[in-house]
């Protein structure tokens, strides 16, 4: 039973599409995130939720927006897809927002934009 | 600017040659300091977590230690399934659990 699970895991689409990618937890955390993983494999913080509060908002294009229906759920909405939006998204959980606590990822979701 | 940078970029050891991974840090507000495998395809897989200098932890080939401005990840006698990529990452003061992540080392063993 997969803890951290995203879908699509593959997602291929044309510039100045939108789409939206999903994630759910079944860890009973409280804080979830998502996380970019360009061509060199750096990652990146993007948003962080608590308990459905947006807590982390780094210096992200207006085009990508998160939502967290619920605290198990945290989705990533991306409008007018661009070429440089290509990259694998993580999402992840912890605990509760506190400093220091265990992260545990999902498998990723791979976006390439035409 | 909090940073984690880590060393070697790329390690290739034969199997059963030991060796250490390097992990340093901007020194003030460091409230973990966490290492992830992730083999290709998949995500960041946790491995450990250290929270103050001396400490120590081990998994089966993998052992972390941690310093005040470093972390080390050693492996001894590595094995062909230790082949992946060792991630290394910050959490700091201030920050709302916002892991800062190292560019990572790209470790191959080799039979």
């Known amino acids: 039973d997969t803890a951290v699970s995203q879908t699509p895991k593959y997602l291929v689409t044309q510039m100045g599409n939108d789409k939206s990618i999903k994630c759910e937890q079944n860890l009973g955390h409280d804080t979830m995130y998502w996380y970019k993983q360009d061509s060199k494999k750096f990652l990146k913080i993007m948003f962080s939720?608590?308990?459905?509060?947006?807590?982390i908002n780094e210096t992200v294009p207006n085009r990508f927006s998160p939502k967290s229906p619920d605290k198990a759920h945290l989705n990533l909405h991306i409008n007018s897809l661009e070429l440089g939006d290509s990259a694998v998204y993580f999402c992840?959980?912890?605990?509760?927002?506190?400093?220091?606590?265990?992260?545990?990822f999902g498998a990723g979701t791979r976006l390439s934009v035409l | 600017e909090d940073q984690v940078t880590q060393s070697p970029e790329a390690l290739r050891l034969q199997e059963g040659e030991s060796s250490s991974l390097n992990c340093s840090y901007t020194v003030s507000g460091l409230r973990g300091l966490f290492w992830y495998r992730q083999d290709p395809g998949k995500g960041p897989e946790f491995l450990f977590t250290?929270?103050?200098a001396g400490e120590e932890k081990e998994k089966e080939r993998l052992k972390a230690t941690l310093t005040k401005k470093e972390s080390f990840l050693h492996i001894t006698a590595p094995k062909p399934e230790d082949s992946a990529t060792y991630l290394c990452?910050?959490?700091?003061?201030?920050?709302?659990?916002?892991?800062?992540f190292g560019a990572g080392t790209r470790l191959a063993v080799h039979p």
């Open positions: 992840a959980s912890s605990q509760d927002r506190r400093e220091g606590g265990i992260q545990y």
């Open positions: 990452a910050g959490a700091f003061s201030g920050g709302y659990n916002k892991l800062i």
């Open positions: 939720y608590n308990n459905k509060e947006l807590i």
């Open positions: 250290l929270y103050s």
